[in-house]
């Protein structure tokens, strides 16, 4: 849904100054020993924000992502890593049960509508082993700023102002060309969230209609995490947490 914000240089020098996030980097210190020397999918890799401490993890490690401008960011700033443009949705150069630890992170599921989503996870669950761990993050749409509208912040500096200006200009536009598109059923919802000025659409899930997702997948959900990296169950209160970290592992269908 969002191919075109993601090709953006503007975009990948802002992923190029990120670094992991709290649960992130809890999930892979508590599972090392289930991915340590072990066969690594990173889909979704950005601009390598997840690379550095994925590739030495393994030598078996593979990137991949939908933005070519993305991925030639990778190869520029990791010689030696492979790294290909990849659609989840379809990953036939990959083989049945070829990867033992798959992490797609920073919300990417989300960027690509219904059908597709589902289809990118028949694709995991294809190229995971047996027992494999795949974790990735999602929008929550339990959470209190879920739904928005662009708001003009004020400074009493003027060039500060004058920006503000700008960017609730620009969120105004792109709202208005976008809120028509949006989508809202029980199962999930397609909201113009506040994200690069409200120029894009993100899929929003609650906890409980991820894991019947993932359920129906092929998938077992381990565990769950909120953004500040507290473990959570179904029955949570996860309101204030932008969006969730989920650990599954691959199960018979």
Known sequence: MNRKKYESKNVVSSYIKMTL????????VKYRERIANKHILDIGCGSGRTTAILKNLSSGYIGIDYSITMIES??????GV????GDVREMSEFRDDEFDFIMFSFNGLDSINHKDRLQGLREIHRVLKQDGLFVFSSHNRKHRHAISRPK????????????????????TRNHLRNKNLQVFNEQY???????????????????????KQLEDMGFETIEMYDTSGNMLNLDSDDK???????????IDK
């Open 152 to 171: 003009m912040k004020l400074s009493t500096m003027p060039c500060e102002q004058a920006g503000n200006f700008i960017r609730f200009f620009k969120s």
């Open 82 to 85: 492979s790294f290909a443009r």
């Open 74 to 79: 990778c190869r520029e700033r990791f010689k």
């Open 21 to 28: 996030h709290n649960p992130e980097v809890m999930i892979l």
């Open 189 to 211: 919802a397609i909201i113009n969230d506040m994200a690069h000025n409200y120029a894009m659409l993100t899929y929003y899930i609650d906890k409980v209609n991820q894991v």
């Open 240 to 250: 204030g947490s932008a969006w969730i970290y989920y650990v599954a592992r691959k």
